[in-house]
């Protein structure tokens, strides 16, 4: 049988963790799914696959194979886009992924926008409060947040942003407004973050730092529930100046410690390391940058 046509098998049982599932995705019959499977495990020598009665698993060598699969198919892809000219009109499935918040704010604007402008794509958006590893789950662009690590990822610079510490004016009328990080001891603190019962927050350049642990009253997993509770006037958080950026534009939240604040945070759309270029992949980042780069609220200053 075609190598790519086993692969492409290989790689719909084993995300639909389920024979009759690749079949439905492939407009097969199960039985040919289920002869493309032997046919590949018959042609390595090794066993991909651990069937029951119940459900499909992989094996740990399926597991390494299902990943270079995907890669090879997404090259594939690539070459043959790249093949038919740098100039053709994107189409096909493009994964993109960045945060929850930033994700609704900024990424769907553009995803919008291209889909209208690009009827032959289909975007997958994958907007989640951790990092995803764009090669191992299969992403073709994600934004990120932060310093970035050394990677095989290229990676565009777009803005920048800034952490800030925010309350409600009626919480400030209530209990004043902190004039040095030390003073948030005596404030009712809400974190975003885990569930750790302490929070450490620092302030100031990298070369001259204050840290201050605190415990907070509140914690919280969701970004959205930190802000309803300081725009409800329960305390003081810590957030990223885009997440409360008209909070901050329409008086509901004022920024505090400004003086005291790190250093901004690098905003970057990030994409897979190819050695072919694919349309869909370019202009998607080519919109995506220039509407980031125009836009206020992904600029540090926004709120000064």
Known sequence: MDQIHLMNVFVAVGEEDSFAGAARRLDLSPAAVTRAISGLEEQLGVKLLLRTTRNVR??????????????????????????????STPKGNLSVTASVLFGKAFVMPCIVNFLKEYPEVEVSAYFLDRVVNLVEEGMDVAVRIGHLPDSSLKALRVGQVRRVLCASPEYLARHGVPQHPADLLRHTIIAASGISPRVEWKFGVLDDPTMVRMRPRLTVTSNDAAIDAVVGGLGVSRLLSYQVAEQVRDGRLHIILADYEEAPLPVHVLHRESKFGSSKVRKFIDMLADYLRGHAHVNAGWCE
Do not use: M, P, Q
Request: glycine share 6%; aromatic share 4%; hydrophobic share 45%.
């Open 58 to 87: 992989l094996t740990e060598a399926g597991r390494r194979y299902l990943d270079d699969s995907r890669h090879i198919l997404a090259s594939i892809a690539e070459a043959n886009e790249a093949a038919a000219g740098i100039n």
